[in-house]
């Protein structure tokens, strides 16, 4: 699932031809770029995230970031993926966990708004790294692609698309792919509060601690646990094949369901080599139904750019929230 494509896109800018600010905002970081009439990146900003200080530090630091690669105010608009359960509608972060303190219930859209000036638009920041995946299924299916997206982490978040349209679902819901049930984790429990995810055995903080379990030694970081597979520790090689099984069948049967034309899987943990990979790439082929039979997991279109790209794009697809607007 390697990633090979250029970091452009194609209609990130406002109607009348001028740049759009794309801001990714994760736990740890925030990356900020400005983005040209043709999709290039015109300018890169990144910083630490201060997730530790509050929603209005956070806030502050969004602000601050697309300032740095927009001084002379050339952009009017700007899209934020943020990480969390976003509503594009409200602007509201309606649930997230405790990776930024204080996110839940923020006012994202208005808050970001009225501290920069720009008319802002909003999503989570899995569907927004996966609307250029939707755009370019929607250019070869004539608007009417079915898009399963993937993206598998620290956590294990997801997109959904059908027909051409991205789903947001009830609260922005929808795509949290990580809070459906896996056999692998009964009984583990996740950190949404409830127990048995899929998140807490395949994420790459879920892998490593499975292996945990198996072994009783303490590991620092997933990649500790992909050298020892590699030089062929069999905990190690079951704490991996475990988790990558159980997203992809997982994923093939959320592929029976709704019947996309495309499945994409991205994230760090796909990318520690092929027995992942593989792993998933068996379980998720071994639960499709007939019709489905050829269709298999690609890696994304773009690269460590997708993310910001996703959200300038959002500006053209999702409500704006403008400042001073009456809340």
Same mark, same amino acid.
């Given at each position: 699932?390697?990633? $090979?494509? /250029?970091? $452009?896109?194609?209609?990130?800018?406002?109607?009348?031809?001028? /740049?759009?600010?794309?801001?990714?905002?994760?736990?740890?970081?925030?990356?900020?770029?400005?983005?040209?009439?043709?999709?290039?990146?015109?300018?890169?900003?990144?910083?630490?995230?201060?997730?530790?200080?509050?929603?209005?530090?956070?806030?502050?630091?969004?602000?601050?970031?697309?300032? #740095?690669?927009?001084?002379?105010?050339?952009?009017?608009?700007?899209?934020?993926?943020?990480?969390?359960?976003?509503?594009?509608?409200?602007?509201?972060?309606? !649930?997230?966990?405790?990776?930024?303190?204080?996110?839940?219930?923020?006012?994202?859209?208005?808050?970001?708004?009225?501290?920069?000036?720009?008319?802002?638009?909003?999503?989570?920041?899995?569907?927004?790294?996966?609307?250029? #995946?939707?755009?370019?299924?929607?250019?070869?299916?004539?608007?009417?692609? !079915?898009?399963?997206?993937?993206?598998?982490?620290?956590?294990?978040?997801?997109?959904?698309?059908?027909?051409?349209?991205?789903?947001?679902?009830? !609260?922005?819901?929808?795509?949290?792919?990580?809070?459906?049930?896996?056999? #692998?984790?009964?009984?583990?429990?996740?950190?949404?509060? !409830?127990?048995?995810?899929?998140?807490?055995?395949?994420?790459?903080?879920?892998?490593?601690?499975?292996?945990?379990?198996?072994?009783?030694?303490?590991?620092?970081?997933?990649?500790?646990?992909?050298?020892?597979?590699?030089?062929? #520790?069999?905990?190690?090689?079951?704490?991996? $094949? $475990?988790?990558?099984?159980?997203?992809?069948?997982?994923?093939?049967?959320?592929?029976?369901?709704?019947?996309?034309?495309?499945?994409?899987?991205?994230?760090?943990?796909?990318?520690?080599? /092929?027995?992942?990979?593989?792993?998933?790439?068996?379980?998720?082929?071994?639960?499709?139904?007939?019709?489905?039979?050829?269709?298999?997991?690609?890696?994304?279109?773009?690269?460590?750019?997708?993310?910001?790209?996703?959200?300038?794009?959002?500006?053209?697809?999702?409500?704006?929230?403008?400042?001073?607007?009456?809340?």
């Amino acid at each position: 699932m390697t990633t $090979t494509a /250029p970091q $452009t896109a194609n209609a990130r800018t406002a109607p009348d031809g001028r /740049p759009v600010v794309g801001l990714d905002l994760g736990g740890t970081k925030i990356a900020a770029a400005l983005l040209g009439a043709d999709g290039t990146v015109l300018a890169r900003y990144s910083r630490p995230t201060p997730a530790r200080a509050g929603a209005a530090a956070v806030l502050d630091a969004l602000a601050a970031a697309a300032a #740095e690669v927009d001084p002379g105010r050339s952009a009017a608009l700007l899209g934020i993926a943020a990480a969390g359960v976003v509503d594009p509608r409200t602007g509201m972060v309606t !649930s997230a966990t405790d990776s930024i303190r204080g996110w839940a219930g923020t006012a994202l859209g208005a808050g970001l708004a009225d501290r920069t000036g720009y008319a802002v638009a909003c999503d989570n920041d899995v569907r927004a790294t996966a609307g250029p #995946e939707l755009a370019a299924l929607n250019a070869e299916r004539q608007d009417h692609g !079915s898009l399963l997206f993937a993206a598998i982490g620290t956590g294990v978040g997801g997109a959904i698309a059908a027909d051409g349209r991205m789903l947001h679902g009830a !609260s922005g819901i929808a795509g949290h792919l990580g809070h459906l049930p896996s056999p #692998e984790a009964a009984g583990l429990p996740c950190t949404c509060g !409830s127990t048995g995810h899929l998140e807490v055995i395949a994420s790459g903080p879920g892998i490593a601690a499975h292996y945990e379990r198996l072994t009783g030694a303490p590991v620092d970081r997933l990649e500790t646990v992909a050298l020892r597979a590699a030089q062929g #520790e069999p905990a190690a090689v079951s704490a991996i $094949t $475990t988790g990558a099984a159980a997203a992809g069948q997982v994923l093939g049967g959320l592929a029976n369901a709704f019947g996309p034309d495309r499945v994409v899987v991205g994230g760090g943990v796909p990318r520690i080599g /092929p027995l992942y990979e593989d792993a998933l790439r068996a379980a998720f082929v071994s639960e499709l139904m007939e019709p489905l039979r050829g269709l298999v997991p690609r890696a994304p279109l773009l690269g460590h750019d997708a993310a910001v790209l996703g959200a300038a794009a959002l500006t053209t697809t999702l409500p704006l929230h403008h400042p001073g607007a009456h809340r």
